[in-house]
């Protein structure tokens, strides 16, 4: 059983299009992070929430964890080329907060 | 410092040998983390050390697997008798706290 579902799992826009990704779970997370991935490469880390709530925006991405820390979701804003990889949330749990959970990722591709 | 380093980037092996991946982390960092990603799936927790005591280990990680970090500085994960099961990409992370600093991984054929 996956503990942080995904969706969509695959996404295919045009260049300029906005889109959202969710990232799901029934449980509580003490912070939650956003990945980027490339084939054949390691994640990247694309940012941190920890608060309820919590609103981050990095250039045109806006990431948000939901009140009760269970959800979160990334929103891209006219989406380019360079967007395209393999999109990773995870989860640290507040009784074990060493290791994360990932989510089974949302691959997104931007066709120019 | 560039970087988490992992070394090899490819291995391939015959089912039934042991394998040896090493992992260099970011100096300053005193948490290291050994993951495994299969196609499609996200990474899967392995096993995380703090300086050079293994602190944390998953069910996944069976009796052929085994870790070590020597003095705190880089790691080394090795399966002994591999199975076809084992091929995946196996991702070091390092960090301080919030957030990892993943390297590029050593992706494991067993054959």
């Known amino acids: 059983t996956q503990l942080l579902e995904q969706s969509p799992q695959f996404l295919s826009i045009q260049e300029g299009e906005n889109l959202t990704v969710y990232c799901n779970s029934s449980s509580v997370f003490s912070s939650l992070q956003w990945y980027r991935q490339e084939p054949g490469e390691g994640p990247v880390l694309l940012v941190t929430?920890?608060?309820?709530?919590e609103v981050k925006k990095l250039k045109r991405l806006t990431f948000q964890f939901g009140d009760a820390r269970k959800d979160s979701s990334l929103h891209i804003t006219a989406a380019q080329p360079g967007d395209t990889g393999l999109y990773l949330c995870a989860g640290a749990l507040p009784d074990t907060g060493n290791q994360f959970y990932f989510g089974t990722g949302t691959s997104l591709t931007v066709i120019p | 410092d560039t970087g988490v380093s992992q070394d090899p980037r490819h291995k391939i092996t015959k089912r039934g040998q042991n394998v040896t991946f090493r992992c260099d982390p970011i100096?300053?960092?005193?948490?290291l983390y050994w993951y495994r990603q299969t196609l499609g799936q996200g990474p899967e927790f392995l096993t995380y050390f703090q300086n050079e005591a293994q602190l944390e280990k998953s069910r996944l990680l069976s009796d052929r697997f085994s870790a070590e970090r020597p003095k705190g500085s880089f790691s080394t994960l090795e399966i002994q008798r591999t199975e076809q099961g084992d091929s995946a990409m196996y991702l070091c992370?390092?960090?301080?706290?919030?957030?990892?600093?993943f390297g590029s991984g050593t992706r494991l054929t067993v054959v």
């Open positions: 100096s300053e960092h005193n948490r």
């Open positions: 992370a390092s960090g301080p706290g919030y957030g990892y600093t």
């Open positions: 929430v920890v608060t309820g709530g």
